[in-house]
């Protein structure tokens, strides 16, 4: 079974919708849960930080189930400027920041116009 | 780019040459990490080094090797060995929080 795993996408969506992204892991111990987003042949930057009890950020909200290993991200009132790849990743080790992250293979949105 | 220097953003090498990624922070992070993205896939760890002097293999080591000597600085060589070296290397300092530009290495 893979450590982190996404929804295989692409998501072709029209501007305004919403559209919601999920992410399943492996490890029962991991600790720390991100989105990240990825424009094309650009690194990754961090999105936001999923917490157990659910955090929003504007349009973006990301929500964390333990028991179920599961993590959402939920994006209202889709841009055109939303179009990206969004990578769910998993921090497995207790010390967040010196130990590695798991990634996801990402999900690709296009929003249309 | 908070601190991180990756260069250069595009290495272009011919096969069988060994070639080596620079990676520089000036955040004085303990740890530091090698990640290898090819297109359509998440990224993959190569090494990583949570304290100057020591580091450990990632996912995916084979045909890599890395050393760190100081605290700044995390250099990955990418051997003759490595099969399939053509992808985007990124060195995130200090996890989770971003990462620099990364290193788009082609090999023809």
């Known amino acids: 079974r893979k450590e982190v795993e996404q929804d295989p996408g692409p998501f072709n969506v029209p501007e305004g919708a919403t559209v919601a992204f999920n992410c399943t892991y492996s490890n029962s111990a991991s600790q720390s849960f991100f989105w990240y987003r990825q424009d094309c042949r650009k690194e990754p930057k961090l999105l936001m930080s999923v917490y157990s009890s659910g955090n929003e950020d504007g349009r973006f909200t990301a929500q964390l189930n333990r028991a179920s290993q599961y993590i959402s991200l939920l994006i209202r009132d889709s841009k055109l400027s939303d179009s990206a790849t969004y990578l769910c990743v998993v921090n497995m080790g207790g010390n967040s920041g010196n130990t590695p992250l798991v990634f996801g293979k990402g999900t690709r949105l296009s929003v249309i116009a | 780019d908070g601190g991180i220097t990756q260069s250069p953003k595009y290495l272009f090498r011919k096969e069988g040459q060994n070639v080596t990624l620079s990676c520089e922070q000036n955040l004085n992070h303990d740890a530091m990490y090698w990640y290898r993205q090819d297109p359509g896939q998440g990224l993959r760890l190569i090494y990583y080094s949570q304290i100057v002097n020591d580091f450990q293999k990632g996912d995916i080591a084979e045909g890599y090797s890395v050393s760190r000597e100081k605290k700044e600085s995390f250099p990955l060589t990418v051997t003759s060995a490595q099969k399939n070296p053509t992808a985007f290397y990124l060195c995130?300092?200090?996890?989770?929080?971003?990462f620099g530009p990364g290193t788009r290495l082609t090999v023809l």
């Open positions: 995130p300092p200090h996890n989770e929080q971003f």
